[in-house]
């Protein structure tokens, strides 16, 4: 049973950062494609990084470019999300997702496209 679990969320003040953890369990994800996605208060869900699982290429939404960072820890099966100088705007529940197949920046940011998801953790930041 594949299971991705997140952690790391809370409340900090603007500017402020965050690790975000999303820790995946169930398959071997080496030819996955792993996603962060939000949803903010009366918001549509939205797209905010991918990482490839066995090359490591990233793709990042506009608003969070230079501000957010993604990794991972292939030996414990980890995927992160740095969060610096965060905005009051970034304040939302952040989703971990898994895919099994990777179109290009255009088809990750489909969530419906995603075959697995976490549980969400909250992220609220104060202005």
């Known amino acids: 049973q594949v299971q991705l679990v997140e952690s790391g969320g809370g409340l900090v003040q603007a500017g402020g950062s965050l690790r975000l953890s999303c820790a995946a369990s169930?398959?071997?994800?080496?030819?996955?494609?792993m996603g962060w996605f939000r949803q903010a208060p009366g918001k549509e869900r939205e797209f905010v990084v991918a990482?490839?699982?066995?090359?490591?290429?990233?793709y990042y939404a506009d608003s969070v470019k230079g501000r957010f960072t993604i990794s991972k820890h292939n030996a414990q099966n980890t995927v992160y999300l740095q969060m610096n100088s965060l905005k009051p705007e970034d304040t939302a529940v952040y989703y971990c997702?898994?895919?099994?197949?990777?179109?290009?920046?255009?088809?990750?940011?489909?969530?419906?496209?995603?075959?697995?998801w976490g549980q969400g953790t909250p992220v609220t930041v104060s202005s």
């Open positions: 997702a898994a895919r099994s197949f990777n179109p290009g920046i255009d088809g990750l940011r489909r969530g419906h496209e995603y075959d697995y």
């Open positions: 169930g398959r071997t994800f080496s030819n996955y494609v």
């Open positions: 990482i490839t699982w066995n090359h490591g290429y990233t």
